[in-house]
């Protein structure tokens, strides 16, 4: 039977970089999740007997969004709902299931790489039929409904056993339970050399995973210690608990920093990895060296060709306005486009289904490539391994290599987490009001707010984050997080290029020190913020 539900309206069910995120306790409220999955369905078209992919990362409440999401998922007419096993599948596999299975769309149940557990974050993001995020006139769309919502529909069912494999019915909908890892590790072995790697690993090379108690366990235990034969114990942290283990599931070198211990400072294993709460983001790491996820997507980008699903060269190459220019050199050389999209995946969508591009990253530790419509943590540590089977030197060897060829892209990202969002904003503004007078002074050649025109659908996205761009090349951008649930996160990134060979040892922090503190003054961070220096450097 189905119901009618009358409700009434939740203030700030905005969707941002990455779908609606929220805490958790918010997400408790009755109607919270169901105003929102109605708001959803309410703003699509055509999606009557379709099929729907539903799956989460695992985190605490994932289980009862997922039963509600069902029900009303058969309520307001789907054909079919493939859902992973315990309500489990990473953002790249539910990427790859709707594309594969042709489906109509997935809800995605995440807050990616936020803490978990009842005080952690919650989130429900909507992925269309190339596999990709919901565009911004969409999501606009969802929330401009979620402001008069008056009733939604639920199916009155029983829950449905998502521990046990198969295909049911509930309430005329067909359920399938489906194994969450299956489709994706096949998908793995159509592009990468297994064989190589195997003897790779076969020859002694050691690998460190570590899974960070979230949903890429299963999927990293299946691959790599099954497919590829790595000993037991390869993937650290590879149960999803709910809360993470009360971590932080995020793949940088301070929330992984044990791994990061382990392999830059301890220099114990030969390659180390590290993904993220849904399976999106990667962390690459090799004896003694932390590869930045700028120079990372260049690296791959160089070496595509050396693994069989890129064997034929790339199209062109994509990355956020904020990643660092290096790619930009590689595509220069490949004779390829590269191009520079807003902060957050959906801008990569455009270009992939269009064709232009093969391979997209940002440097908050996405990458990804045509095989899906969002960014893929394994698919990055697999496509490493599939250049280090066939190169057959060390991960130091081939960053150096690289820098020696293009030059080293000197980067840092600084992040003032959970500042007062007015201060943030009159920083914001503050630096607007004087493009004009900033141009000229301290090496700027050009201040603006990045805005890009999408060459495939022809959207316009202002107001992307402002750059301060220097006459060497050097680069100081400020943005605002999108993602964050509690006042204002101000993320700077700073970058400078160096060709010198004999300058491409030094440390980024030293390196970039005088940037460093312009970015600083020039915007006034310790007036406006109340803080003198970034609460996490990545
Ligand atoms: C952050 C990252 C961005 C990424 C997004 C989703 O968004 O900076 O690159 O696409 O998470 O993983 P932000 O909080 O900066 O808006
Ligand atoms: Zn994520």
Redesign the pocket.
């Known amino acids: 039977m189905i119901r009618s539900i009358a409700t009434t309206p939740f203030a700030g069910q905005k969707p941002g970089?990455?779908g609606l995120r929220k805490k958790v306790r918010e997400f408790q409220q009755p109607h919270y999740a169901e105003n929102y999955i109605q708001s959803v369905f309410d703003s699509l078209e055509g999606h009557a007997g379709g099929t729907l992919v539903i799956g989460g990362d695992g985190r605490f409440h994932n289980a009862d969004v997922i039963q509600t999401a069902i029900r009303m998922a058969a309520a307001n007419g789907f054909g079919r709902v493939l859902v992973g096993r315990d309500g489990l599948l990473s953002t790249p596999a539910a990427s790859h299931l709707i594309r594969k299975y042709r489906a109509f769309g997935g809800i995605i149940l995440s807050a990616?790489h936020n803490p978990g557990g009842p005080d952690g974050d919650f989130g429900i993001k909507l992925n269309l039929a190339n596999g990709g995020p919901a565009p911004e006139k969409l999501t606009d769309d969802i929330y401009a409904r979620t402001g008069t919502i008056r009733e939604y529909r639920i199916a009155d069912l029983p829950a449905v056993d998502l521990n046990k494999l198969g295909e049911g019915q509930a309430g005329g909908m067909a359920v399938a339970v489906i194994d969450p890892v299956a489709d994706y590790a096949a998908l793995m072995q159509s592009l990468f050399d297994f064989d190589a790697m195997r003897s790779l690993i076969a020859s002694g090379f050691s690998i460190a995973f570590d899974a960070m108690s979230a949903v890429t366990g299963p999927y990293a235990h299946r691959i790599l210690e099954g497919l590829l034969g790595c000993p037991a114990g390869t993937v650290m942290h590879a149960t999803p608990l709910p809360d993470f283990g009360g971590h932080h599931p995020d793949p940088n070198p301070v929330h992984a920093g044990d791994l990061t211990d382990l392999l830059v400072t301890r220099r114990a294993a030969d390659f180390g990895a590290a993904s993220d709460g849904d399976g999106d983001r990667n962390l690459i790491l090799g004896r003694g060296i932390y590869v930045t996820p700028s120079d990372s997507l260049a690296i791959l980008a160089a070496n595509a060709r050396l693994t069989p699903g890129y064997a034929q060269g790339l199209a062109g190459i994509a990355r956020?306005m904020p990643t660092s220019t290096a790619a930009d050199r590689v595509a220069a050389s490949l004779g390829i486009d590269c191009y520079e999209t807003p902060?957050?995946?959906k801008f990569f969508g455009s270009l992939l289904d269009a064709g232009l591009i093969t391979l997209c990253g940002?440097e908050?530790f996405?990458t990804s490539s045509s095989h899906v419509r969002e960014k893929d943590g394994l698919w990055a540590v697999l496509m490493w391994l599939n250049i280090l089977a066939r190169r057959r030197e060390s991960v130091a060897e081939i960053v150096t290599g690289h820098w020696r060829e293009f030059g080293r892209t000197y980067y840092t990202r600084h992040d003032y987490e959970e500042v007062d969002a007015d201060g943030a904003d009159r920083l914001m503004a503050g630096l607007r009001a004087r493009f004009v007078t900033l141009t000229g002074q301290h090496g700027i050649c050009r201040a603006d707010d990045f805005a890009y025109d999408d060459p495939v659908d022809g959207s316009h996205s202002s107001g992307q984050g402002i750059r301060l761009i220097f006459e060497d090349g050097g680069r100081i951008v400020y943005r605002l997080?999108?993602?964050?649930t509690q006042g204002a996160?101000l993320?700077v990134y700073i970058e400078s290029h160096e060709a010198d060979p004999l300058r491409h040892g030094l440390d980024p922090q030293q390196t970039l020190a005088r940037l460093i503190d312009l970015s600083r003054s020039l915007a006034g961070i310790a007036a406006h913020t109340g803080r003198a220096s970034p609460s996490i450097i990545t």
Do not use: H
């Not at 997080?481 to 964050?484: A, D, E, K, L, P």
């Open positions: 970089t990455s990616s956020s902060t957050g995946w940002e908050s996405g997080s999108g993602t964050g996160t993320r």
